[in-house]
């Protein structure tokens, strides 16, 4: 196996308070969420080669990385780090290399480990061609994704809004205008005729006949006859041996009173 390097010591720090030796203090562990940093030491990456072997080495260097996980126990028993017949054996954070496509992209794992087959993923970190991150957890993907999805679709309905607004004004004032120029005319449709004289058609031979008219009474005229007696000429006189008709219901005129002497 390829000589590990060292990990870098951490910070001594000295009690102000007592004389003694100063014992070395671990770093602080890392955060939940640090998708927002990335890490990446070229001086390291010029020296040793990133393959499956000291990529966990390179990975320790990181603010990422935490002191206290079985790993660290395992480095400073000069034990491989990613030993797994090791880590199985242990309970407590640990961290797994789970994909590699080396040179370049290489997926490590953080995870708690209760047994030898149970274990609970916490977070995941990939180096991606010497530069290390937090991979977001997949709530927060899609609470980018919707969130970004919904603005974008917000604002196009904002857009086509407008649109449509510009395209109504423009109709009712081209409307306006033709209106004003042009008197409009009632549109006849010539199928709704029909159909309105179908129905009536058909009402009316639903409908029964209309029953005759009354006979005029006697001695009654038309109008039509009256009309065309006025018509005649004034000179035609009745025959010698025709009586001139008279109207009986006709009035003709006070009867002739008596003269007293």
């Known amino acids: 196996m390829a000589a590990t390097p060292l990990p870098p010591q951490g910070p001594v720090m000295g009690n102000p308070s007592m004389d003694g030796g100063a014992n070395?203090?671990?770093?602080?562990?890392p955060g939940t969420d640090m998708t927002g940093i990335c890490f990446r030491d070229q001086l390291w990456l010029n020296t040793y080669p990133l393959d499956r072997n000291l990529v966990f080495d390179y990975f320790a260097l990181s603010p990422f990385y935490d002191w206290t996980c079985n790993n660290e126990q395992l480095r400073s028993r000069a034990i491989h780090p990613l030993d797994l017949s090791q880590l199985s054996k242990m309970t407590g954070m640990e961290y797994?290399?789970?994909?590699?496509?080396?040179p370049h992209l290489f997926v490590i794992r953080k995870q708690k480990r209760d047994g030898p087959e149970k274990v609970t993923p916490v977070l995941t970190y990939?180096?991606?061609d010497g530069s290390?991150?937090?991979a977001p957890q997949l709530g927060n993907v899609f609470a980018a994704r919707i969130g970004r999805s919904l603005y974008h679709i917000s604002k196009a309905f904002t857009i086509a809004s407008t649109k449509l607004e510009k395209v109504g004004n423009a109709d009712a004032d081209n409307e306006s205008v033709s209106s004003e120029s042009k008197p409009q005319k009632e549109a006849i449709d010539i199928k709704e005729l029909k159909r309105v004289d179908h129905i009536l058609g058909a009402l009316g031979r639903k409908l029964?006949?209309?029953p005759p008219p009354p006979a005029f009474p006697e001695g009654y005229v038309p109008l039509t006859a009256a009309s065309d007696a006025d018509k005649a000429p004034e000179d035609q006189q009745p025959s010698d041996g025709q009586a001139p008709s008279i109207d009986p219901i006709i009035d003709q005129g006070p009867a002739k009173r008596l003269r007293i002497q």
């Open 208 to 210: 029964p006949q209309a």
């Open 132 to 134: 290390i991150y937090q």
């Open 126 to 128: 990939y180096i991606l």
């Open 24 to 29: 070395p203090a671990m770093p602080p562990p």
């Open 96 to 102: 797994m290399l789970s994909e590699v496509m080396e």
